[in-house]
Nanobody, 126 residues
Framework: QVQLVESGGGLVQAGGSLTLSCVAS????????MGWFRQAPGKEREFVSA????????YDRDSAKGRFAISGDNAKNTVYLRMNNLTPEDTAAYYC???????????????????WGQGTQVTVSS
């Protein structure tokens, strides 16, 4: 099993920035891909960004490009999500996820991810 623990959420004003962190523990040899999803109230959980090791190939939602940046340290089993120029529409619970394997468009799909964190809340005020 793999355990994922997120941190870094909070309340920020529109235009501000936050950096989320996620640390994996347990059978981390299974975490070939780590990424972030988010879920706003009343909406489906949606893909934000993911990074595939060891090549550090990055998958991004179109709306995240330019504002959000994922990075990670494979040796530390840690992934980060830097979020800039936040808007109230970014308000959501952000979930860290990990997968043993994914390829192509599958890396954007919730069903590809085997492990999930408990989530960290991001609230952006206008």
């Amino acid at each position: 099993q793999v355990q994922l623990v997120e941190s870094g959420g909070g309340l920020v004003q529109a235009g501000g920035s936050l950096t989320l962190s996620c640390v994996a523990s347990g059978r981390t040899s299974s975490t070939f891909v780590m990424g972030w999803f988010r879920q706003a109230p009343g909406k489906e959980r949606e893909f934000v960004s993911a990074i595939k090791w060891p090549a550090k190939y990055i998958y991004d939602r179109d709306s995240a490009k330019g504002r959000f940046a994922i990075s990670g340290d494979n040796a530390k089993n840690t992934v980060y999500l830097r979020m800039n120029n936040l808007t109230p529409e970014d308000t959501a619970a952000y979930y860290c996820a990990a997968a043993a394997v994914c390829s192509g468009s599958g890396c954007y799909e919730r069903s590809s991810y085997d492990y999930w964190g408990q989530g960290t809340q991001v609230t952006v005020s206008s």
